[in-house]
């Protein structure tokens, strides 16, 4: 019996028989012209298909500013604290006509950056998030130097690092 | 078959000569690249996946403002099957102009004749190979030196094109093992070894499994073999039981033979890194993998012509049931055969993407243990069915 | 003229099947392993040097990148560890929560092991096949926690937030197909003969080798030592949960693999449970601001799919961070049956065992 087995490779017509109706399934569907709602294939063409991230998902630190365009940030340094790899340094300052004190420097150095979201966490006043840019590669490392408006790279707005994506030039 | 009919000068033989083997070299620089978009458009759908869709598919190009526009309007882009197609020419392009790296312990000589003598192996062995066996077509008279000689469907006439074949054939392991051996380096020696051990143990059982063609057929001259099994004149209806089990022996063997799936053991990618071709880049490794996809498709046409009824419909000489006059269906065609040589083709890239790879002495087990006994049995049976019946 | 020699080969750092950066010293005598040497430490980062001087709160997500496959188990071994030490009392749905996602933290490592183990022998449809249940649960962590890979799931005393709307659904929606894919994955590898040969008998390692190299996880259990930590010590929520502990005794790399498929439906069962039994209420205790320990050493082992992963802290009088951290990382542990494993076996045998081993090398070199 365990002869005839060896002999008779129906093991092995099992797995081809998987293998082909898998390649049945994707030849006949992908290649319609019409995008299926329920793809056979788990290809994500990026950059043509934008990719579906999480509404949690964790991108590059941003500032906000508040309904008067102030910068919500007061300067209580809990993100400074809490990060783990230390890549916040803010500097205090004042600023007139604000009771609150205002950071006249807010560096973010993004190449030591891992994402945690500890630094959101512990924001009291809701200043900064982690929007949803992803595309964060960069050719120098002056690139992944952030900070306010007037330095080279300001933290309100995307990265201009994402540039060099295919995705960002399709914008252009 | 009088194919000598027409008298030549030396002229026009040497010249018809080397119009057809440009003919098949073509051919199979065409097929080879095909081949390697084939399979990664085959495995990518085994796997739920595309395979290569980004050259003519993606956003830049000259496909690309079309392509833009399609995705814009939520549809894939037209001809989605064939995006990707050009990565044959990327991908032999990448190969030329390589740069070309001989390691500085590296044997020089042998180090470049290696990848030569497998690509010269591989693409001798196309000179008895017979796609058709009769005239294609006849070049119109007024044609310059060849004109009103017919095209044949194969290179030359061998009388003993099938030991031809397997000798040339066997020749190619030497490449192998001299490029391995000249790497002067770890993984490519145990990768020549094992494939040493693999050509000594699997060419026993492919020789004995086309045994039984030319046992059925009584000769060893490709193309009467083709057709005396694809027509099965003269045979007995048995025949058809030793030649259905040594087709598949033939495939398995044919696959050792050439290094794919499951026997790849000789790069092993996960074991040996890239095995015998570890230290070779460029064109070298270019000749290397021409020779490997050169071979599958010599195996494929062996299978077609000697087990799956070549340029006849059926396989296994079922034809003799359709009336000889019959439209297309009973006349032998290139299509039949290139179809079939196609069904192979995919058979290996299908196998490639489903089986695990054996072991080293796993391998010679199946070989020592199984197919050779499987084979002499095989044999055995079809000669009682040829002299009995 | 002729003389038998011995080749030394290293196989790694850089190699295609050695799950990272992981350098095996081998001698061979033609094919035939002689002697087997693993060199670790091309990874090294010094995580629990580095956790000595972070905060509690801070140093998990160094977790996230020591075991960066089963990050969200070791976030827990790091959570539970320190909440150990200081006595906080975890809400029940929390509990539960993080039972649900290290659950399928678990399914998402095994899926990674069996993918690369069975590339290794040269099934490369599995990987894909793997890969695409993979993603599907990575999908989920990132809606979790906002993360795919180095998740940073929990907080001492809790989870950061509930899981988001959604979640439940589309868990359940793997929930009703991931048995079917594992039947996938059987029909390509459990019967095939080549797989069969490939791993019946291969990289053997039998229950008091297990026990004196202080092996665990599923190579143990293949050994036919029924020793689980879910089941041994229960943590989280295990122990309000339903589930059994494979066990085989061929102790072979097959062994493996099918207690490791068992593995798999008993998780799926145990999310099953999680997801039905989901209990209302808070997820986050109260704790203070600053944690401050007193002197204190505790150790919390949980059941990493790996393997026993202990996680060991020592605190100082007021101090907020470690006076020391260490982690038992059950693949650094693991790792040392390997020369016991293919000592007078073929070259190829180490491969199958580097992969039955299931190591990773984040967390090897920490």
Redesign the interface.
Known sequence: MGFLK??L?G??A???A???K??GR??FS??????RTQL????Q?Y???KVR??????GRLTMLKDEQGEIKCVCCLACEK?C?TQVISIEKGKKEGRKMPFPVRYDFEMERC?????CV?SCGFDSII?NHQFELAGYNREDFSLGLEGTSQNMFTASPVGHHS?AE??KR | MPSQAIPMTLTQTLTMGLIQILAVLIAVFIMVPLLTFAERKVIGYMQVRLGATRLAGGHVGITGPMNRAMWAMGKVPMLSLLRGLPIFIADALKLITKEDIIPAKADRGVFTLAPIISVMAAFGVFAAVAYFPGTLFVFPKGFPIVGGLPFQGFITDVNVGLLFILGLASVGVYGIVLGAWASNSKYPLLGSLRSAAQIISYEVPLTLSLLVPVLLSGSLNFKDMAVALATGQGLSPLAIIPLFIGFFIYLTCGFAETNRVPFDLAEAETELVAGFHTEYSGMKFGFFYLAEYANMIVVSALATAFFLGGHFLLPFGLQRFVPASAPFIGQPSFLFFFLKVCLILFAFLWVRATLPRYRYDQLMDVGWKWLIPLTLVNLFVAALIRFAF | MFKNEEMEINLGPQHPSTHGVLRVKLRLDGETVVSCKPVIGYLHRGVEKICENKSYFQGQVWTDRMDYVASISNNLGWAEGVEKLFGIEVPRRAKYIRTLLTEQNRLASHLLWLATHALDIGAMTVFLYAFREREYLLDLFESFCGARLTTTAFRIGGLREDLPPGFIKQAQVFQDRFLDCVDEYETLLTENRIWKKRTIGVARLNAEDCIALGVTGPVLRAAGVPYDIRKAFPYAAYGEMAFEVPTRTEADTYARYLVRLAEMRQSHRIIQQCLEGLPEGPVMAKIPKILKSEVNEVYHPIEAPKGELGYYFVGEKGGTMPYRMHVRAPSFVNLQALPKMVEGRLLADVIAAIGTLDVVLGEIDR
């Open positions: 060896t002999l490779p093991d092995i099992a797995g081809l998987l293998t082909g898998y390649f994707v030849f992908a290649n319609r012209k019409k995008i056979k294939h788990f290809t063409e950059p043509e298909v991230l999480a509404p949690r998902y964790r809490i783990p891992i994402f945690c979201e500890f966490e982690l295919v030039d399709e």
